[in-house]
């Protein structure tokens, strides 16, 4: 089993700044691919960004390219999302997922593991 817990969510105005982190524990980190998906009201959870297990490699939503940086580090079993230029429509709630059947992380049926999320909220 894979433990994952979110933070770093909250209200942020439009244009600013925040930084997710998912900790993991339970096993070795270095051994899943990561992703982070979100969630808005009466929505489907959409994929947002994904890493490899090294971080070598990582890909990402449309909507959120230019803006959004994912990474990882392995030595503290932790993947970060940092978000930039935020906007209203970046409104929802926050999963981050994990892996080790597949080398990325773009659907849901992929994650293995998912944890409790976090919301974000970007007001206009």
């Known amino acids: 089993q894979v433990q994952l817990v979110e933070s770093g969510g909250g209200l942020v105005q439009a244009g600013g700044s925040l930084r997710l982190s998912c900790a993991a524990s339970g096993r070795t980190f270095s051994n899943y691919a990561m992703g982070w998906f979100r969630q808005a009201p009466g929505k489907e959870r959409e994929f947002v960004a994904t890493i490899s297990r090294s971080g070598a490699s990582t890909y990402y939503a449309d909507s959120v390219k230019g803006r959004f940086t994912i990474s990882r580090d392995n030595a503290k079993n932790t993947v970060y999302l940092q978000m930039n230029s935020l906007k209203p429509e970046d409104t929802a709630a926050y999963y981050c997922?994990?892996?080790?059947?597949?080398?990325?992380?773009?659907?849901?049926?992929?994650?293995?593991?998912w944890g409790q999320g976090t919301q974000v909220t970007v007001s206009s």
């Open positions: 997922a994990a892996s080790a059947r597949v080398a990325h992380i773009t659907t849901q049926r992929a994650s293995d593991y």
